[in-house]
């Protein structure tokens, strides 16, 4: 099992890329556990497995790998990070990238910052899904097509706020971007190194609730400002990570269906800001606007080991 990947990160969320083509022996469901283990591995959080389109019309099909193993759905940072690696390449002739993930095809478009440095990458991430049944969840007493926002964690059924040391009065939140994602939000005292801490205490426990069939993203919140967000995440399968993109998306959604946002929203996470843009319509989709770095590349030997590369940066998870 050999081949060569990239490694690349937005806001610090890394993922080794590799391109399906050049590695056809190599399955990362099975190799994920070992290198992206940060001790004995390459390190990073997942595997973003890529590939010529299903359909001719798309530049790509990617599969997310979490680091120990797992589906990991749809991811945000990794598609603008895969967008830019298609662009370098010249995988495509056209402005817009188009890229076919588990929850469908993702529409992404290059530009830079306002000083003219860094690559940004917007991406169409499409409609959130907000029924139980899509998420998926099974909550007690609710309706499988029902949704499940802004309730106050100490009113839910078989939810028992104090035993997660929560308050009563914490908001959750469910909501869908291709994969599953627990909103939590904090009215006070939500400092960044407290949400940081916070989310490392509560987030094994869960992501394996047993509301949630399929394990589950756990975010704590907190909203500053209208229009302004802090975040906090527990990745399923990765553990705590620096940026989550379909998780700031879900954190966007919940504020604004709480009638507390307008329609951009600045989210900050602990690698950086990403801007995220939703009009409140439930079939409308969610725009994600962030940058996309190159940390280096190399090649995974017959061992799953690591060959050097060329490091074209410094490791920004």
């Given at each position: 099992m050999s081949g060569p990947f990239v490694k690349m990160?937005?806001?610090?969320n890394d993922y080794l890329f590799i391109d399906a083509r050049q590695a056809a022996s190599l399955d990362p469901f099975v190799v994920a556990p070992m290198v992206?283990?940060?001790?004995?591995?390459i390190g990073s959080d997942g595997i973003v497995m890529y590939g010529p389109p299903v359909d001719p019309g798309n530049d790509a099909w990617m599969t997310v790998v979490n680091a120990d193993g797992s589906d990991g759905g749809v991811c945000g940072n990794g598609l603008r990070c895969l967008a830019m690696l298609l662009a370098e390449r010249r995988e495509?002739?056209?402005d817009e990238i188009r890229v076919e993930t588990p929850g469908?095809?993702?529409?992404?478009?290059?530009?830079?910052?306002?000083?003219?440095?860094?690559?940004?990458?917007?991406?169409?991430?499409?409609p959130p899904r907000l029924k139980l049944a899509e998420i998926p969840a099974v909550v007690p007493g609710w309706a499988p097509e029902g949704s499940?926002?802004?309730?106050?964690?100490?009113?839910?059924?078989g939810f028992d706020a104090s035993s997660w040391g929560l308050p009563s009065d914490a908001r959750l939140s469910l909501v869908s971007m291709g994969n599953p994602h627990l909103v939590i939000l904090l009215r006070e005292g939500a400092t960044r190194t407290m949400l940081d801490q916070r989310i490392r205490e509560i987030g094994p426990?869960?992501?394996?609730?047993?509301?949630?069939?399929?394990?589950?993203?756990?975010?704590l919140m907190a909203i500053d400002s209208p229009g302004r967000i802090r975040?906090?995440?527990?990745?399923?399968?990765?553990?705590?990570?620096?940026?989550?993109?379909?998780?700031?998306?879900?954190a966007a959604v919940a504020a604004r269906l709480a009638g507390a946002a307008p329609a951009w929203q600045e989210v900050e996470l602990p690698g950086g800001c990403l801007d995220i843009g939703w009009n409140g319509s439930p079939g409308d989709p969610v725009r994600q606007r962030g940058p996309a770095e190159e940390i280096l590349r190399g090649v995974l030997d017959g061992s799953v080991g690591l060959e050097p590369g060329t490091d074209s940066g410094e490791d920004g998870g």
């Amino acid at each position: 099992m050999s081949g060569p990947f990239v490694k690349m990160h937005g806001l610090g969320n890394d993922y080794l890329f590799i391109d399906a083509r050049q590695a056809a022996s190599l399955d990362p469901f099975v190799v994920a556990p070992m290198v992206c283990d940060r001790e004995r591995g390459i390190g990073s959080d997942g595997i973003v497995m890529y590939g010529p389109p299903v359909d001719p019309g798309n530049d790509a099909w990617m599969t997310v790998v979490n680091a120990d193993g797992s589906d990991g759905g749809v991811c945000g940072n990794g598609l603008r990070c895969l967008a830019m690696l298609l662009a370098e390449r010249r995988e495509t002739d056209h402005d817009e990238i188009r890229v076919e993930t588990p929850g469908g095809v993702v529409r992404l478009r290059l530009g830079r910052s306002p000083d003219g440095g860094s690559v940004m990458v917007e991406a169409d991430m499409g409609p959130p899904r907000l029924k139980l049944a899509e998420i998926p969840a099974v909550v007690p007493g609710w309706a499988p097509e029902g949704s499940l926002i802004d309730q106050a964690a100490g009113e839910l059924s078989g939810f028992d706020a104090s035993s997660w040391g929560l308050p009563s009065d914490a908001r959750l939140s469910l909501v869908s971007m291709g994969n599953p994602h627990l909103v939590i939000l904090l009215r006070e005292g939500a400092t960044r190194t407290m949400l940081d801490q916070r989310i490392r205490e509560i987030g094994p426990g869960l992501e394996g609730h047993p509301w949630f069939p399929e394990r589950i993203n756990v975010h704590l919140m907190a909203i500053d400002s209208p229009g302004r967000i802090r975040l906090s995440t527990w990745e399923r399968g990765s553990g705590p990570t620096r940026a989550c993109g379909t998780g700031a998306c879900a954190a966007a959604v919940a504020a604004r269906l709480a009638g507390a946002a307008p329609a951009w929203q600045e989210v900050e996470l602990p690698g950086g800001c990403l801007d995220i843009g939703w009009n409140g319509s439930p079939g409308d989709p969610v725009r994600q606007r962030g940058p996309a770095e190159e940390i280096l590349r190399g090649v995974l030997d017959g061992s799953v080991g690591l060959e050097p590369g060329t490091d074209s940066g410094e490791d920004g998870g």
